[in-house]
């Protein structure tokens, strides 16, 4: 399994951003499919999750900011982070969790100026 990230880049405080995971199979072979992210010197934590139904949580850090979602035809899900502040720059991680064991995908660095 693949999963291939895209979508960071440097953006100023208060921009957008739209971060974008594809799977190399169906993205319904997944139980949950997430994003984390690391920031330097800090644990990595997650961001926000969505079941194969649908439901979706997200770390309080992010919650009424961001929105997760999947596009199951095009075998891809979205964070799509509005309001970005500083602490948010971090490398950011898609995940996919199949019935047991965790997929990860290489980073994208979201950096967000001041």
């Known amino acids: 399994v693949q999963l291939q990230a895209s979508g960071g880049g440097l953006v100023q405080a208060g921009g957008s951003l739209r971060l974008s995971c594809a799977t190399s199979?169906?993205?319904?072979?997944?139980?949950?499919m997430g994003w984390y992210r690391q920031a330097p010197g800090k644990q990595r934590e997650l961001v926000a999750r969505i079941t194969r139904g649908g439901a979706a949580d997200y770390a309080d850090s992010v919650k009424g900011r961001s929105t997760i979602s999947r596009d199951n035809a095009k075998n891809t899900v979205l964070l799509q982070m509005n309001s970005l502040k500083p602490e948010d720059t971090a490398v950011y991680y898609c995940?996919?969790?199949?019935?047991?064991?965790?997929?990860w995908g290489q980073g994208t660095q979201v950096t967000v100026s001041s």
């Open positions: 199979g169906s993205i319904f072979s997944f139980n949950v």
């Open positions: 995940t996919a969790d199949p019935l047991t064991g965790r997929y």
